[in-house]
C-alpha cells in the first residue's frame, strides 16, 4: 500500500514538473529585449560574456520614446546568474546613466543628462521562458539631475529624488499579444531642488511622499510601433491600465526673483496632503482618468501680495471617461468632478467681507455628467489631429483669411447626441443649488437645438442677494434687475421660505418654457 502512494505521489511529481519549467539567463535577457522593443526601445550590448552559469553583459543602452523626445539609458554592467533552482538572479551596476533629449515646441533642442543609483538591487526571475514572473527588490534609489542644454546654453538643474524600499513584481507572457502586469511597493520618497531660470529667478523646493503604491496591465500587440502611430496600436489590440496610490504628501518651497517690472520679487510656500490615488486606461474600447484626494491644505506668501493665501479642502475627486475611435454609433461618455470641505484663509474672505456677513461654512461642488456622443475622426490619428489649416497650409493652398476659415470649418472630433445631468450641487455663502436633467438631439437637428427638461431647485439665494447688495458688491440700482431675472427663471417653492425651483423645458420646435411660460 506504502509503495502503491509512494509511486503515485511520484508520478503525480512528474507530471506537475513542467509547470516549474527552468529559465536561463539567455531567455530571461531576451525577455527583458523584447518588453523593450515592443514598446519602441533598442537595445544594443557593447560585450556579452558567458561563464559558467553566468552572463554577463557590458555598456548595454537603451533608447527610444517619442520622434521629439528621446531618452537613453546606459548601464556598464549586468550580471545573470543562474541559481541552480530553476531561478536566475539579475544584478544592475549600482548607477546607470542617461540623457532625456529632443526639440521643445519652439523648435530648440534640448538636452538633460542624469543618473540613477540603485545599490543593492537585485531581480530574481522564474517560470518558463514564454510566462516569465520577475521579483524585484530595490532597496535604494536615487535619481538625481545637475543640468539642462537648451541651445548652446548650459543651466544648472540640481533636482534629486529619493526612493527607498522598493519592492514588486513584473510578470511577462509572450505571445501576440505579448501581455504585462505589474505590482510596485516603494517605502518614503523625498525630492528636492535648486532651480535657476534664464531670467535668473530661483525657486528651491524639497518634500517627501509617505510611501506609494502601483499596479498595471498592458496587452502589446505583435509588429504594433506605440510611439509612431498608437491609433493603429491601439485598433491592433493595445491596452493598458494602471493605478498608482500615494501616502501623505509633505512639500515646501521659495523663490526670488523679478516681477514685469523689474521689481524685486520673493515668496514661499507649502502644501500637505493626506494621500492621494490616480488611475488610468487606454484602449480601442475608450480612456479613463480619474483621480482621488484627501484632505490637503495650501499657503503661499508673496512680496507681490498684501497678505498670505491659504486654502484647504477634505476631498476631491475626478472621473473622465471618453471615446476615442470613430463611429457611426454614439457611444457613452462620462465627466464627474467633486470638491468637498473647500476653506479659504480669513485674509482672502476680508478682502470682500471684512465685517464677516457672509457665512465662511465649508463650500462644496458635485458635477456628474454622463451621455452619449458620435466620434467623428479617430482621436490618437496622427492625419486627423493636425488642423485642417494647417493640412491647407502644408500643400500650400491657404493663407491669411482662407486659413482662418479652413480651421473654423475643421469639425469637432465630439457631437454630442445624449446628455443626462446626473448632479449639479453647489453649497457656498449660505446658499445651495441643485440641478438635474436630461437633453438630447432631435432627430433631424443637433445639440443646439435639445430636446428634453432640467430642473433646478435653490435655497438661500435671494437671503445670498440682499447681503450682497448691503456689502456693496451688487450694486443697488442693479438688485432690481438681478430678481426680476431670477423671477423670470424661478418660482416660489413654499410661501415665506427662500426656496425657489426652474424646471426647463426644451420642445421638439426649439421652444423653451420656463414654469411654463414660453422664454423663446
Do not use: C
Request: charged share 25%.
Amino acid at each position: 500500500m506504502n509503495l502503491r502512494l509512494t509511486s503515485s505521489a511520484l508520478a503525480l511529481a512528474a507530471m506537475a514538473a513542467p509547470a516549474l519549467a527552468d529559465v536561463t539567463s539567455e531567455q530571461v535577457w531576451q525577455s527583458w529585449v523584447d518588453y523593450y522593443q515592443s514598446l519602441g526601445y533598442s537595445v544594443t550590448e557593447g560585450n556579452r560574456d558567458k561563464a559558467g552559469d553566468t552572463l554577463t553583459l557590458s555598456d548595454v543602452v537603451i533608447n527610444g520614446g517619442m520622434p521629439e523626445s528621446q531618452v537613453d539609458f546606459s548601464v556598464a554592467r549586468i550580471t545573470l546568474s543562474e541559481s541552480g533552482d530553476g531561478t536566475v538572479r539579475t544584478v544592475f551596476a549600482d548607477q546607470m546613466t542617461g540623457e532625456a533629449h529632443g526639440t521643445d515646441p519652439d523648435g530648440q533642442s534640448y538636452s538633460v543628462p542624469f543618473t540613477l543609483d540603485i545599490p543593492g538591487n537585485v531581480i530574481v526571475t522564474s517560470g518558463a521562458p514564454e510566462d516569465m514572473t520577475h521579483e524585484f527588490d530595490y532597496p535604494t534609489m536615487d535619481f538625481v539631475l545637475t543640468t539642462i542644454k537648451s541651445g548652446d546654453k548650459e543651466t544648472p538643474l540640481p533636482i534629486k529624488v529619493g526612493v527607498a524600499d522598493s519592492t514588486g513584481t513584473f510578470h511577462i507572457v509572450a505571445g501576440s499579444p505579448a501581455k504585462y502586469d505589474y505590482a510596485m511597493k516603494s517605502g518614503r520618497i523625498t525630492f528636492s531642488g535648486d532651480v535657476t531660470s534664464e531670467e535668473d529667478d530661483k525657486v528651491k523646493f524639497e518634500g517627501s511622499i509617505d510611501g506609494a503604491e502601483t499596479s498595471g496591465e498592458m496587452a502589446v500587440p505583435d509588429g504594433t510601433k506605440i510611439e509612431e502611430d498608437m491609433n493603429a496600436a491601439l485598433k491592433a489590440g493595445l491596452a493598458m491600465d494602471g493605478v498608482l496610490k500615494a501616502g501623505a504628501m509633505a512639500v515646501s518651497f521659495d523663490f526670488a526673483g523679478t516681477d514685469e517690472d523689474g521689481q524685486e520679487t520673493s515668496g514661499a510656500g507649502k502644501y500637505d496632503g493626506k494621500g492621494f490615488e490616480l488611475s488610468f486606461g487606454l484602449s480601442q474600447d475608450g480612456m479613463t482618468y480619474q483621480a482621488g484626494s484627501d484632505a490637503g491644505s495650501f499657503e503661499l506668501t508673496s512680496s507681490d501680495m498684501p497678505f498670505p493665501i491659504n486654502y484647504a479642502i477634505e476631498s476631491g475627486s475626478f472621473d473622465m471617461q471618453m471615446p476615442v475611435m470613430q463611429s457611426d454609433q454614439a457611444q457613452p461618455f462620462k465627466f464627474a468632478y467633486s470638491l468637498a470641505g473647500l476653506t479659504l484663509g480669513d485674509a482672502i474672505w476680508n478682502l470682500f467681507d471684512a465685517q464677516g456677513q457672509l457665512p465662511r461654512d465649508p463650500a462644496s461642488l458635485d458635477i456628474d455628467v454622463t451621455g452619449q456622443m458620435k466620434v467623428t475622426k479617430d482621436i490618437f490619428d496622427p492625419a486627423s489631429m493636425a488642423p485642417a489649416s494647417d493640412e491647407a497650409e502644408a500643400d500650400g493652398t491657404a493663407d491669411g483669411a482662407e486659413g482662418m476659415e479652413a480651421a473654423e470649418a475643421d469639425p469637432q472630433p465630439f457631437e454630442p447626441v445624449e446628455v443626462a445631468i446626473n448632479q449639479f450641487a453647489l453649497n457656498a455663502l449660505g446658499a445651495k443649488v441643485n440641478a438635474e436633467g436630461a437633453l438630447k438631439a432631435p432627430e433631424s437637428g443637433d445639440m443646439t437645438t435639445p430636446v428634453g427638461e432640467v430642473h433646478a431647485r435653490y435655497e438661500g439665494v435671494n437671503g445670498l442677494i440682499d447681503k450682497l447688495g448691503a456689502m456693496g458688491l451688487i450694486p443697488e440700482d442693479q438688485i432690481m434687475g438681478v430678481r426680476m431675472m431670477m423671477a423670470m427663471f424661478a418660482k416660489p417653492v413654499a410661501e415665506g421660505e427662500d426656496k425657489l425651483e426652474t424646471r426647463l423645458e426644451f420642445k421638439e420646435d426649439g421652444s423653451i418654457f420656463a414654469n411654463g411660460q414660453q422664454i423663446k
